[in-house]
């Protein structure tokens, strides 16, 4: 998969801003972070990139919510620089191009895909 740069991530959340989900993106519409929905086909979204990649220095654990957000609030911020963001895949709907953020929580017994909307506005850079 593609590295993605910061910029880069700016620009496609950008340009799928105004797209609303459609019928085949709908079940992955979700403002904050949600388990990949069971009944919902992966076929539907196709890989933009990604902004680390398995040979890359460990990312920190560290979460980023100044205003006091929690990591599944619907405003909690998109702070690239730190988790869960900076462990993310960029994806899109092939269909209506909507973006989406996608990565694996993995946890002592268990492994969670989840997948959030791609908000330009909730963007922090690094």
């Known amino acids: 998969m593609e590295r993605l ?20 993106c709908t079940a992955f519409a ?14 539907a979204l196709q890989p933009l990139g990604t902004l680390w990649l398995p040979d890359d220095p460990e990312p920190t654990l560290e979460e980023h ?17 730190f988790h869960p963001a900076n462990r ?4 899109a709907c092939r269909t209506c191009g909507r973006a989406f953020l996608r990565y694996t929580e993995y946890g002592g ?4 895909r989840r997948i959030r909307e791609l908000n330009p506005v909730l963007l922090v850079l690094p």
């Open 88 to 91: 993310c895949s960029v994806w």
């Open 65 to 81: 919510h100044p205003a006091g957000t929690r990591y599944w609030s619907p405003e909690a911020p998109i702070a690239l620089a």
């Open 30 to 43: 979700s403002p904050g972070w949600e388990s990949f929905p069971a009944a919902a086909s992966e076929l």
């Open 109 to 112: 017994y268990y492994e969670d």
């Open 5 to 24: 740069s910061a910029e880069d991530v700016i620009r496609i959340a950008r340009q799928c801003a105004a797209a609303l989900p459609c019928d085949d």
